[in-house]
């Protein structure tokens, strides 16, 4: 029996003692993700994945990935998802926000070398692995931050080669445990257990293409487009670096007009500990101008500089919609931006070191 105070302290630990009592009178290679959604506590996401018409798809028998949000997940969601999944579009919505908590593999990662047919890039890269993330329902690639390391023992054999990636967060997410490959198993997937619901891209671009409904393309500045489509974070450290007038001003040369990377609102949830840094003018600058480029077309490598001379990398991943979707403004363009590039670096050295001591049973 498990105290109601002991899976408050580790949902986690809750979870696996379910998992284990339900185990003990099945046969493991017949229990299916479908079988174990309730039995483990999962009432709200079951109910999600009924209501959108993929609870059913639990019992397939291709190996997936569930990204499971335990029930406070859905307690705890932000005002705005919650009115995105009861407004006029909820169905939609609920849709992809489902679709974005399945991944269509065994783990969140695969290494494409164990795929190859060329055994002389197998044998030359083997001990380096590529990780590349897979594909969510929706045809997205979810946004993890991870570490990857690999293991191998004695001369290099395919059967002795293992690969671990730990994972530190899924969609701004951090999981319950960092494995890449689940907490529990069965017979045709893996569970991974979040606090929280997934945001991704898709849901995202949902959301801003219904507002830009309303907004007129070209006929408002930069700085009223971004007001316009409620770019409140934004906007406020605008107003704080004294650059209103950078984005509202009339430009009638067609090479003096600005691109800008405007990171979402949602963007700002992943610098938390940075917000009190920003409300600083000179930070706020540093910060507005990091998320300006310097000149209209924008490489799709990411490789030009932005209005502080440093070179602008991103990932077109990162982009809502695409590159070539930018938003036409009367001064310049607009492009919607899932992440900040704000001490980029430095976040990443933390997420490093955060992640060395965690060792995979």
């Known amino acids: 029996m498990i105290s ?14 379910r998992f284990k009592t339900f185990m003990e009178t099945r046969n493991p290679f017949e229990v299916t993700l479908y079988d174990l959604i309730e039995p483990l506590g999962l009432h709200k996401f079951k109910e999600l994945l009924s209501e959108t018409g993929l609870l059913d798809f639990l019992k397939h028998p291709s190996k997936i990935t569930v990204i499971a949000p335990i029930d406070e997940a859905f307690d705890s969601m932000t005002p705005w998802v919650e009115a995105q999944l009861n407004g006029k579009e909820k169905v939609i919505r609920r849709q992809t926000l489902a679709r974005g908590h399945i991944i269509t593999y065994s ?35 979810p946004e993890i931050v991870a570490l990857g390391t690999t293991r191998s023992v004695g001369t290099l054999r395919i059967d002795n080669y293992r690969e671990d990636v730990l994972v530190h967060s899924i969609n701004g997410v951090h999981p319950l445990e960092p494995s890449a490959k689940g907490s529990v198993k069965t017979s045709n997937g893996n569970i991974i257990f979040v606090p929280k619901l997934l945001i991704g891209k898709a849901f995202l671009e949902q959301k801003y293409r219904e507002i830009g409904k309303n907004i007129s393309t070209g006929d408002l500045t930069t700085w009223e487009t971004l007001q316009a489509f409620g770019f409140t974070k934004f906007c ?16 009638e040369n067609k090479a003096d007009k600005l691109k800008v990377l405007a990171p979402i609102d949602e963007a700002f949830e992943q610098i938390d500990e940075e917000r009190e840094q920003l409300q600083h003018p000179t930070h706020a600058e540093k910060f507005v101008k990091s998320h300006i ?28 919609f695409s590159l070539s979707s930018q938003w036409k403004t009367s001064n310049g363009s607009l492009l919607f931006n899932s992440e900040t590039f704000w001490r980029k670096s430095s976040y990443y050295e933390k997420v490093k070191w955060s992640l060395q001591p965690i060792q995979l049973s």
Do not use: C, W
């Not at 932005?306 to 982009?319: A, M, Q, V, Y």
């Open 236 to 251: 406020k450290l605008v107003e704080i670096a004294g650059l209103v007038e950078l984005l509202d001003k009339p430009v």
């Open 107 to 141: 783990s969140l990662f695969h290494n494409p070398l164990l795929e190859t047919t060329d055994s002389t890039a197998f044998h030359q890269g083997a001990f380096r692995p590529d990780f590349e993330a897979n594909y969510d329902l929706n045809g997205n690639f």
């Open 4 to 17: 109601d105070n002991a899976v408050a302290a580790s949902p986690i630990t809750g979870i696996k003692e």
């Open 293 to 320: 480029a310097g000149k209209m077309k924008i490489s799709r490598h990411g490789t030009d500089t932005n209005l502080l001379g440093d070179e602008l990398i991103f990932s077109p991943r990162h982009i809502l």
